[in-house]
């Protein structure tokens, strides 16, 4: 890769070029910051207490909290205590959204929260471990006056975490416990307009069902979206980078083509990276809008692993294609060791997401931290994923301090080397010290912006303007990858330029004066325009002569 | 039946539960709506009142003498709210069941909190709902005045998370340009719509004229510091859902705090509140300790211009001042719900009474208990 583009540009064009991104980096923050809103919105419901007073359960009946045919509605318990009202006849209700809104699937997903009231008496306490039966219906329609369409029904369990604070005296019976919300409901798509959720906690005492659980007072439901302005705002920016990352990557691929050599690992390795990157911008999002494609939220789960685990054997690569040592690599088996973690980190994840999201499609109710085993499953899952990635990261750091001690090392012997050769380490030296700082660069202002946007509230006010730091961090931070792979693909390009009169018999192929003769092979990264082994013997014969 | 001797009855332990079966929790509101009223039902027709004379928490448990208001021309009936009152009930008439219920929860959380003090928050049958405690510039008015200010803030906040109210949250406040506010960029949050509707319903009544100007400054700002009460303890919930579940992205939101909470809140600042008198600075009439080497209060704490009086005594002039003959006291306790305190030194009579008490309950979640009854024999004191 010896003439790549990075080495032959003046430092003038590189700063052009540098700046220009930089322009793209800093409009990728503005889009999010100050045209699109916030990305998540979430929406805070009450749920109503009906009657159920028919006396065979229907279910096909439907309990609306307002509005037309609204349920018979109880304010509160101790009004269904003098009614007689046992705990089966009561239903929550909550209808998604609030009234006078739609729905619209702009919102792209749903998330539902549960969080119950409960007050604290001394003899109806919360006992230790505590689950609470949950039996729930979904239903939607389209419009106001037709009838429910049911949409899912399920009987879910939820371990309640609830402690209480202050002293558990007569004094402070009727204050509540600190539960906390429980993951309750995801739908990957929000392709209705009205949801209606019915919610009733059915009492079992010879099966222990819902006894234990303290006096509930009220269930409180939030709904999590994402914005409808946020998704149009990331379509607009996806559909415009798609087509960007795609012809860099096409003319990157020509230029690699054009030579006469097959291409070596590390071009390949650049061009998968331009793939996961286009794969990730193609906005097949758009055909959830018209399509109630439930699978999205899955698919793009999948599409951010597939481009993390290229990012990461990236580096990997680079590094080790920049190694120096003399070895022969160029090939991806070289690197299973290090590899190998990121497709087993990466194939525990899906697993995972497999189990929760997957099964989500079904289910919308489903949750893998419900049960004991699920969240021992899963915790094994991610402590697995985490260990592979300490163990990736173990590596890339070795990795990276061998290539900076390789470089102390040939730097004091840059000198005493032949034009050919020092060029060609010194552009090796540079290429990977330019891209060791871009990286970091990157990965600090990702982990910066992460910092921000998560201390943040979410908002920043510059005086007039109202800054949305979250959306900024999405689209400055989505931005900011897509211009890193535009720039390696750009950068990293095999250049027409030649070094001058000695490149044009094509070197860089190398074997150490210095003391060990054992280093006269040829390094591979190396890419020349004229290939081939008889190079190698040109080389080590010119070598000799000198 | 006057509230304040049923609180006299409702004490502690298991006495409560049945007492309050009995009365208190028979708020009917799919039953029957009368039996709510039989506890703040008034004489209203004997009593003309001028607008002077009121203040805030009144007209407020007066709205639940009303059964359901669902039409403007109930807004006309309602005796005790001004003009501009009934203009804003007539604006938004669907609110005001919000605003009702706010009342009720103003009473009983103020019962609750004094349910030890010498003055335990009895109202009255007649108005003004808790006697003319409450129009002097005192301590408890503070209270008074800030927790139905809360209540208010909190009922309609309820209100619009239950969908009960259409205007909440989005019509104001909206972020975004778009003129499809909820599905650009979601509404705000509805408790900003609930603190606005109490500014406005509760505070107009002090800003109309008629009022002492120093007694429309100390309404005012424990008006304020009762939704401050609510504002500055809201809870910050958050919630990841990025890729895997990871905290890639993170929504938080703000739950508003068990009104216990908030009661339990404003108590607190009831007794540390600050004695203050009116000064002029510059052309504007501002509030300032009474004694100069305090610090001056902020905006959460509550003020009051004039000392209580004792509650000791009986007084046929002043309603609302029942005294203390009659009430409950712990005997071992040097607090104030103490004997020696609560009966102001003229003793106490000590009963020996046999309680029929609950014991191994079973309980549901929900309206079904079954108890065994267990008697024991109870001390009781009462202040003579």
């Known amino acids: 890769m010896a003439g790549a583009i990075i080495e032959n540009m003046s430092t003038k064009k590189l700063v052009i070029v540098g700046v220009i991104l930089l322009l793209f980096q800093a409009v990728a923050f503005m889009v999010g910051g100050l045209i699109a809103p916030s990305t998540t919105a979430p929406v805070k419901y009450l749920a109503t207490k009906c009657v159920d007073t028919t006396k065979y359960r229907q279910e096909s009946k439907w309990f609306m909290p307002w509005g037309p045919n609204q349920c018979d509605k109880i304010r509160n318990f101790d009004e269904a205590m003098a009614m007689k009202i046992e705990a089966n006849n009561i239903v929550f209700a909550v209808h998604i959204p609030l009234p006078e809104k739609e729905m619209s699937p702009w919102f792209q997903f749903m998330l539902v929260i549960l969080q119950f009231d409960i007050a604290f008496k001394m003899d109806n306490q919360i006992e230790d471990g505590a689950m609470a039966t949950i039996d729930v219906g979904l239903a939607y329609r389209d419009d106001t006056l037709s009838e429910w369409t049911a949409m899912a029904h ?3 369990q939820r371990k309640l975490s609830c402690n209480f604070t202050t002293a558990k005296t007569f004094e402070n019976e009727g204050r509540y416990y600190d539960c906390e919300p429980l993951t309750f409901m995801e739908v990957g798509s929000v392709s209705h307009k009205y949801y209606l959720l019915n919610i009733r906690l059915p009492v079992n005492e010879r099966k222990k069902v819902n006894v234990g659980i303290g006096e509930i007072k009220d269930i409180r439901l939030v709904s999590i979206h994402q914005n409808g302005g946020f998704t149009k705002v990331w379509f607009a920016m996806k559909t415009f980078l798609t087509p960007s990352i795609l012809i860099i990557m096409i003319w990157y691929w020509r230029r690699i083509t054009l030579m006469m050599r097959p291409p070596v690992l590390l071009e390949k390795v650049i061009l998968a990276l331009g ?46 294609e920049h190694l120096m040592d003399q070895t022969e690599r160029n090939r991806f088996s070289i690197y299973w060791k290090q590899v190998g973690p990121i497709v087993f980190g990466s194939f525990c994840l899906f697993i995972f997401d497999m189990c929760e999201r997957g099964v989500q499609l079904t289910n919308p109710f489903y949750s893998i931290w419900a049960s004991d085993v699920g969240t021992e499953l899963a915790m094994a899952f991610i402590i697995v994923a985490g260990i592979c990635a300490c163990l990736y990261f173990l590596f890339l750091c070795f990795m990276v301090f061998q290539v900076f001690r390789n470089i102390s090392g040939k730097r004091t012997s840059l000198p005493a080397m032949s034009k050919a050769r020092r060029l060609h380490y010194e552009g090796l030296i540079f290429r990977f010290k330019f891209l060791m700082l871009v990286t970091l660069t990157c990965a600090a202002m990702t982990i910066i912006f992460f910092i921000v946007s998560q201390v943040n509230e979410g908002q920043l006010h510059w005086g007039e303007y109202t800054v949305q730091v979250n959306s900024a961090f999405f689209t400055g931070i989505y931005g900011m990858w897509n211009l890193y792979v535009f720039a390696i693909m750009f950068l990293y390009a095999p250049s027409h330029k030649r070094y001058g009169d000695e490149q044009s018999s094509g070197q860089c192929i190398t074997g150490d004066t210095g003391a060990n003769s054992g280093e006269e092979i040829q390094l591979t990264t190396t890419i020349n325009h004229v290939d081939g082994p008889t190079e190698i013997y040109k080389m080590t014969g010119k070598e000799s002569l000198e | 039946m006057r509230v304040g001797e049923r609180s006299l009855l409702c004490r502690s332990g298991e006495i409560v539960a049945q007492c309050c079966l009995k009365g208190f929790d028979r708020r009917g509101y799919l039953a029957d709506l009368d039996d709510v009223e039989e506890a703040f039902e008034f004489d209203v027709t004997s009593h003309e009142i001028s607008g002077r004379d009121f203040s805030s928490i009144k007209y407020l448990a007066k709205l639940s003498s009303v059964g359901s208001i669902r039409d403007e021309e109930t807004c006309e009936r309602l005796r005790g709210l001004i003009q501009r009152q009934v203009q804003i009930c007539k604006r938004s008439v669907e609110v005001m069941d919000a605003v009702r219920r706010g009342a009720q929860l103003a009473i009983d959380e103020c019962q609750f909190q004094f349910r030890n003090r010498r003055w335990n928050c009895s109202t009255l049958e007649t108005l003004p709902v808790f006697g003319k405690v409450v129009t002097q510039g005192t301590r408890e008015a503070a209270f008074v005045y800030a927790i139905s200010a809360a209540s208010v803030a909190f009922a309609v906040t309820r209100a619009c998370s239950s969908g009960e109210l259409e205007k909440c949250g989005c019509d104001h406040n909206v972020h975004g340009v778009s003129p499809d506010g909820f599905q650009w960029s979601g509404c705000s949050d509805n408790i900003a719509y609930g603190v606005a509707f109490s500014q406005s319903f509760v505070d107009v009544r002090e800003r109309s004229k008629g009022q002492s100007p120093s007694r429309a400054l100390m309404n005012l700002h424990n008006n304020e510091a009762g939704r401050k009460a609510i504002l500055s303890h809201m809870r910050v919930e958050c919630k990841c859902h990025g890729v895997s579940g990871s905290c890639e992205v993170k929504t938080c939101w703000k739950a508003m705090p068990p009104f216990r909470k908030v009661g339990n809140v404003i108590k607190e600042k009831f007794d540390g509140a600050t004695e203050v008198e009116q000064r002029k600075v510059g052309t504007t009439k501002v509030l300032m300790p009474r004694n100069s080497q305090f610090k001056p209060h902020t905006d959460e704490d509550l003020v009051y211009l004039e000392p209580s009086p004792d509650f000791c005594d009986y007084d046929p002039r002043t309603p609302g001042m029942l005294g203390t003959v009659g009430r409950q006291c712990n005997r071992t306790s040097k607090a104030i719900d103490g004997c020696e305190l609560m009966c102001c030194g003229r003793g106490f009579q000590t009963q020996e009474v046999e309680v029929v008490d609950r014991c191994s309950c079973k309980f549901h979640w929900c309206c079904y208990v079954k108890c065994k009854q267990c008697r024991k024999m109870v001390e009781m004191h009462t202040c003579r």
């Open chain 1, 275 to 320: 793939i996961s990157m286009t794969f990730i911008n193609i906005p097949v999002e758009w055909f959830s809008v018209d399509f109630n494609w439930t699978w999205m939220l899955l698919f793009g789960d999948i599409r951010q692993g597939i481009f993390y685990s290229m990012l990461l054997s990236f580096w990997i690569i680079f590094c080790g």
């Open chain 1, 154 to 156: 399920s009987f879910e």
